[in-house]
């Protein structure tokens, strides 16, 4: 059974993502990878929806 953290965090397997994080092999997203623009917008549209519900709920 995985060793696990008081949070649930599988230790074994945050130690294997960290030494391949050094290793160069990571398969996480960094940042440098993250479509700025393509994120403001998805972020714009859920805030508009959101006060939208808002509006809504008020009513």
């Not at 649930?8 to 050094?22: D, L, P």
């Not at 990571?26 to 508009?48: H, L, P």
């Amino acid at each position: 059974m995985a060793k696990r953290s008081p949070a649930g965090t599988n230790v074994n397997r945050v130690r294997q993502q960290n030494q391949a994080s050094q290793m160069g092999q990571s398969d996480t997203e960094f940042g440098s990878e993250t479509n700025v623009q393509a994120a403001r917008q998805a972020n714009q549209q859920s805030q508009a929806r959101a006060a939208q519900r808002n509006q809504q709920n008020q009513q």
